[in-house]
DNA sequence: ATTTTATATCGCAAATATACGATGAATTGT
DNA sequence: ACAATTCATCGTATATTTGCGATATAAAAT
């Protein structure tokens, strides 16, 4: 692999790319989804609603926390663990780059498509 | 690793896992963002648009085209990719599932968060 | 028919991601 | 103080992704 390539990319093209990237696996959708489905921080529980080693749920909450779709905080025994909306929905909305365009855009070639 | 944990989550979590991983790289972002930007099909130009060698560009776009976001057909010498909107905004839409459940869930403690 | 052009595929090297046991750190309960 | 609990981190094995040169394929141009 090239050293570093990512600086030919525009910085709004790696961040929707990074924030892809963090919910590219089923364990981190399935964990925002036990986050969401709470109306309060959850302390604990991800690790069994999981097919997973509680070692690789924790590097799992390290990543989504890492580009901070979640927060957390260390209470006494346990952590502490909910969804960032705010930072959740900024990503969601740069999907608009593209809804945008599809009005404009789309193929009237006959022979490809 | 073991062997393919994935049985162990549901359908539409290894569904939007797999679209956010076809979308998680800034090279393919910026493919769909190029093909956005035509009317038409584009035969073409991609390459030049992207700091990647050809080989490695023709294979993310046949990363986007296995998981359905782009569709081509070769016409004669060159080939002709333009973007499944159908598809493109079906995966969209399925981020309506946190969506859905951000308005009751929010995190009530003070202390964390 | 041969050359040129456009794109796909193969094969390999290097980089990343994933999983998990073992261990560490901090806190609570006794 | 000591044991138990909860979660993070380390180390490591394995799997997947990424990038690209070389090569293949197929049509267009000469």
Redesign the interface.
Same mark, same amino acid.
């Given at each position: 692999m090239a050293i570093n /390539? +990512?600086m030919?990319? $525009?910085a709004d093209?790696?961040a *929707?790319?990074?924030f =892809? +990237?963090a919910?590219? @696996? %089923? =364990? /981190?959708? =399935?964990i925002?989804?036990i986050?969401? $489905? @709470? +109306?309060?921080?959850i302390c604990g529980e991800i690790v069994e609603g999981? %097919? *997973?080693a509680q070692a690789t749920v924790s590097q799992h909450l390290k990543e989504l926390k890492a580009i901070g779709l979640i +927060?957390?905080?260390i209470?006494g025994k346990t952590s502490?663990y !909910?969804?960032?909306?705010g930072v959740? #929905?900024q990503f969601?909305a740069h999907?608009g780059?593209?809804?945008d *365009?599809?009005k #404009? =855009?789309?193929?009237?070639?006959q022979?490809? !498509?």
């Open positions: /390539r +990512k030919d990319f $525009q093209e790696i *929707l790319a990074d =892809a +990237k919910i590219s @696996h %089923p =364990a /981190r959708i =399935a925002l989804k986050l969401a $489905q @709470h +109306k309060s921080c999981l %097919p *997973l +927060k957390g905080t209470e502490c !909910c969804i960032d909306w959740f #929905n969601v999907f780059i593209f809804a *365009l599809s #404009n =855009a789309s193929c009237q070639s022979s490809c !498509c």
